[in-house]
């Protein structure tokens, strides 16, 4: 069992940043692999970026691509994402998920992902 919190969102002017944390708790963190999600209103949660067990593997969606950044530390237990040039269109609430395994092929996959946080809110002004 995986519990996730996420944290460090809020309200950003367009081209703004800012840093959203996931931190877990349960099982060993470093045997997970990990994606953020997210979801604004009235549409379905969509993918928007992976990472392997490692952190040397990521995937991100095109839309967020050069922009946004995943990291983690397991030595602490944080999945991280440093969030740059953000656009009015990325406001939604985001959504950290963990599954166990090293490796994914379906990381833009919400079914794949068995671990799910309570989401935090990004609102981002124009």
């Known amino acids: 069992q995986v519990q996730l919190v996420e944290s460090g969102g809020g309200l950003v002017q367009a081209g703004g940043s800012l840093r959203l944390s996931c931190a877990a708790s349960?099982?060993?963190?470093?045997?997970?692999?990990m994606g953020w999600f997210r979801q604004a209103p009235g549409k379905e949660r969509e993918f928007v970026t992976g990472?392997?067990?490692?952190?040397?593997?990521?995937y991100y969606v095109d839309s967020v691509k050069g922009r946004f950044t995943i990291s983690r530390d397991n030595a602490k237990n944080t999945l991280y994402l440093q969030m740059n040039s953000l656009k009015p269109e990325d406001t939604a609430v985001y959504y950290c998920?963990?599954?166990?395994?090293?490796?994914?092929?379906?990381?833009?996959?919400?079914?794949?992902?068995?671990?799910w946080g309570q989401g935090t809110q990004v609102t981002v002004s124009s």
């Open positions: 998920a963990a599954d166990s395994g090293y490796y994914s092929d379906t990381y833009y996959d919400s079914g794949s992902y068995k671990y």
């Open positions: 349960g099982r060993t963190f470093g045997g997970y692999v």
């Open positions: 990472i392997n067990w490692s952190g040397r593997n990521t």
